[in-house]
């Protein structure tokens, strides 16, 4: 006989509608959704394979490669987070043995070494102190002495809040047969990307920063001599759910199934990118760098400084030095009880050292910057 386990074993299981408490989210993402997003992930459900869903993914598509600035033919939305997009284009790029230059200057720079290394690279680094950029003199130096099939780079480090410039990257690639693979995860939507033009082959991102959307639904893009390399592989990609050679046949003509896609969190994003190629990219970019600096100047005002030098700073994400004395987690825990503000913490090398603050998608506005030094002009006095 089968005994029946009794919902009230669990004591922290409330039996009523969920609820969840409003924030204004100037962490490192997610960030706050815009009305319309949330609008639009609230429609109703259809099959992965409706027509007016396919009509959906091709709107994705387009609009995806208008905020990237590509005509490339293989850009997608991975079902899955930044981190699956960011696996994607490691595993459709590397083979067992492939030689891969990664550039390291935070944390992420990091994730992609693990990623690579599981894939069978001949993992490779060039290092900078968390918060400074590689110059392309020194790109190029690494480059010509390792040979690498793949340079992967961060353009916007997230834990640290730099930019690493990438014009001229590709000319030295291009030299040694280099395939150039960046990651745009919050950049993309919020600073000024080029993909075409700076001769990018592969790039990954995800939909709940720059984006303003749900995570969920991550950008993903490759060009045409990434895909030719795919196309040459001697053996499978080792990941069956990121592979681009099954992917590109439900995202291109053939329409073939592979799986189930979450169609709701797709609904945000074709609204989310419908907002911002509405807004225009050029002006979008200008509002997030006009309300970074408008943040930068009001939190010098209060004392504080940032960790990066002021022409490698992202505009959707600052890092502020956290004051000798101060205790950074109880601040940030102040902001969020006291004025529901969250704000991020230092990763890595960084931790306990910097407080990390997002301007990005629909949050980048003048309230919200106002919004947040008002609550800590109330919260740093007490220390």
Same mark, same amino acid.
Request: with cysteine.
């Given at each position: 006989?089968?005994?029946?386990?009794?919902?009230?074993?669990?004591?922290?299981?409330? @039996?009523?509608?969920?609820?969840?408490?409003?924030?204004?989210?100037?962490?490192?993402?997610?960030?706050?959704?815009?009305?319309?997003?949330?609008?639009?992930?609230?429609?109703?459900?259809?099959?992965?394979?409706?027509?007016?869903?396919?009509?959906?993914?091709?709107?994705?598509?387009?609009?995806?490669?208008?905020?990237?600035? *590509?005509?490339?033919?293989?850009?997608?939305?991975?079902?899955?987070?930044?981190?699956?997009?960011?696996?994607?284009?490691?595993?459709?790029?590397?083979?067992?043995?492939?030689?891969?230059?990664?550039?390291?200057?935070?944390?992420?720079?990091?994730?992609?070494?693990?990623?690579?290394?599981?894939?069978?690279?001949?993992?490779?680094?060039? *290092?900078?102190?968390?918060?400074?950029?590689?110059?392309?003199?020194?790109?190029?130096?690494?480059?010509?002495?390792?040979?690498?099939?793949?340079?992967?780079?961060?353009?916007?480090?997230?834990?640290?809040?730099?930019?690493?410039?990438?014009?001229?990257?590709?000319?030295?690639?291009?030299?040694?047969?280099?395939?150039?693979?960046? #990651?745009?995860?919050?950049?993309?939507?919020?600073?000024?990307?080029?993909? #075409?033009?700076?001769?990018? #082959?592969?790039?990954?991102?995800?939909?709940?920063?720059?984006?303003?959307?749900?995570?969920?639904?991550?950008?993903?893009?490759?060009?045409?001599?990434?895909?030719?390399?795919?196309?040459?592989?001697?053996?499978?990609?080792?990941?069956?759910?990121?592979?681009?050679?099954?992917?590109?046949?439900?995202?291109?003509?053939?329409?073939?199934?592979?799986?189930?896609?979450?169609?709701? =969190?797709?609904?945000?994003?074709?609204?989310?990118?419908?907002? =911002?190629?509405?807004?225009?990219?050029?002006?979008?970019?200008?509002?997030?760098?006009?309300?970074?600096?408008?943040?930068?100047?009001? @939190?010098?005002?209060?004392?504080? *400084?940032?960790?990066?030098?002021?022409?490698?700073?992202?505009?959707? =994400?600052?890092?502020?030095?956290?004051? *000798?004395?101060?205790?950074?987690?109880?601040?940030?825990?102040?902001?969020?009880?006291?004025?529901?503000?969250?704000?991020?913490?230092?990763?890595?090398?960084?931790?306990?050292?910097?407080?990390?603050?997002?301007?990005?998608?629909?949050?980048?506005?003048?309230?919200?910057?106002?919004?947040?030094?008002?609550?800590?002009?109330?919260?740093?006095?007490?220390?």
């Amino acid at each position: 006989m089968i005994t029946m386990i009794s919902i009230n074993n669990s004591q922290h299981l409330q @039996l009523k509608p969920l609820e969840i408490p409003w924030r204004l989210l100037l962490g490192p993402g997610p960030s706050n959704a815009h009305p319309s997003v949330l609008a639009a992930i609230n429609n109703s459900l259809v099959g992965h394979l409706d027509p007016a869903f396919l009509e959906l993914m091709d709107e994705i598509q387009s609009l995806l490669r208008y905020v990237w600035q *590509t005509e490339n033919h293989h850009t997608i939305a991975v079902s899955g987070t930044g981190s699956a997009a960011m696996e994607a284009s490691i595993a459709n790029a590397t083979a067992p043995g492939d030689v891969v230059l990664i550039g390291v200057a935070g944390y992420f720079g990091h994730r992609l070494v693990d990623m690579a290394g599981r894939y069978g690279a001949d993992v490779r680094t060039i *290092t900078k102190p968390w918060g400074q950029v590689f110059s392309l003199d020194e790109i190029r130096m690494a480059v010509e002495h390792h040979r690498p099939a793949i340079l992967a780079l961060v353009h916007a480090e997230t834990s640290t809040g730099a930019r690493q410039p990438l014009e001229g990257v590709a000319e030295v690639c291009r030299e040694f047969g280099t395939l150039l693979l960046v #990651d745009t995860v919050t950049s993309l939507g919020g600073v000024p990307i080029f993909l #075409d033009a700076w001769g990018v #082959d592969l790039a990954y991102s995800c939909s709940q920063k720059g984006l303003g959307c749900s995570p969920g639904a991550s950008p993903f893009t490759m060009s045409s001599r990434a895909v030719e390399k795919l196309q040459q592989r001697s053996t499978k990609v080792k990941n069956w759910y990121l592979d681009m050679s099954l992917l590109s046949k439900y995202w291109g003509n053939e329409r073939t199934y592979h799986h189930t896609a979450p169609m709701s =969190l797709y609904y945000g994003l074709r609204e989310a990118l419908r907002l =911002l190629a509405e807004e225009g990219l050029a002006n979008c970019w200008q509002r997030h760098q006009k309300n970074a600096e408008y943040l930068w100047e009001g @939190l010098e005002d209060l004392g504080l *400084t940032m960790h990066v030098e002021r022409q490698y700073r992202l505009p959707t =994400l600052t890092t502020v030095r956290i004051p *000798t004395g101060v205790d950074g987690k109880d601040i940030a825990r102040q902001l969020l009880n006291e004025h529901n503000i969250e704000i991020g913490l230092g990763l890595g090398e960084l931790a306990g050292q910097v407080w990390r603050v997002g301007l990005m998608g629909f949050n980048s506005r003048l309230e919200s910057v106002d919004r947040l030094l008002e609550a800590l002009r109330q919260v740093l006095p007490r220390y």
